[in-house]
């Protein structure tokens, strides 16, 4: 399912608050956000994935074996998932690209992840509907080192055409471009859960939920001895 009609209505004074500025900057990120309002293209490939073999170290997934405690436990008890890659799309990726300033870069970038946030809503939104889903929560390769950034490739396999349909590749590296790309696993759960709450990193500015010991305990067996 390529989910690709999303176009963001945001204006300068929310994005404003986006880039934590005040109303003095206003005049110098009018243009960037008429031009990013005009161009954005956010693309989202998804494809429903049978769940099955799930136990504490692994799950199949429409009959790929995925070798991770942390995915087994998200989707334990599920009969179905939602395998996705979702980009801000090249023509943002290209704004971004021709900024000179730094600055300017910097906040084309913080325009086009907004964008990229704002059509993932909207998809899940959109398969909520059509499958009458509960609220959705993701588990991202890359997050943690039990699921690492590698199994990006296996993900895009799985999904199937997704250069194709999204424009988005994988560099030797295994990262994604456009730059302001993800991917993932959407699932259901009785609660919202978030990649955060398995992350040790205290630090981490991404950070949007606190560490949750117990559930680390539940998923892993034990915090590790540095904690």
């Not at 003095?24 to 309002?37: N, W």
């Not at 995915?71 to 704004?95: H, N, Q, W």
């Not at 509907?129 to 080192?145: C, E, I, R, W, Y």
């Not at 456009?178 to 981490?204: I, Y």
Request: charged share 20%; with cysteine; net charge negative.
């Amino acid at each position: 399912m390529l989910f690709d009609t999303y176009r963001p209505d945001f204006d300068t004074a929310q994005a404003l608050r986006w880039l934590h500025l005040d109303a003095d900057f206003e005049q110098e990120l009018a243009p960037l956000v008429e031009k990013t309002r005009q161009a954005a293209h956010p693309r989202i490939l998804v494809r429903q994935a049978a769940v099955t073999n799930c136990d504490a170290q692994q799950v199949t997934l429409d009959g790929q074996l995925i070798q991770s405690r942390v995915v087994a436990a998200r989707l334990a008890g599920l009969s179905r998932a939602f395998c996705y890659v979702a980009t801000c799309g090249a023509e943002l990726d290209a704004l971004a690209g021709a900024q000179e300033d730094p600055l300017l870069q910097y906040w084309q970038q913080a325009l086009n992840e907004r964008v990229l946030h704002l059509a993932c809503v909207w998809a899940q939104a959109q398969l909520c509907d059509q499958f009458d889903l509960k609220p959705l929560s993701a588990v991202n390769p890359g997050s943690n080192p039990d699921w690492p950034i590698q199994a990006q490739a296996q993900l895009f396999d799985l999904i199937g055409n997704v250069t194709a349909q999204t424009g988005v590749t994988l560099d030797g590296a295994y990262w994604m471009h456009p730059v302001k790309s993800t991917s993932g696993v959407w699932f259901e759960g009785a609660k919202k859960s978030c990649n955060c709450q398995l992350c040790l990193r205290s630090s981490c500015v991404g950070r949007r939920m606190p560490f949750d010991p117990q559930q680390y305990r539940t998923v892993f067996g034990a915090l590790p001895v540095h904690s």
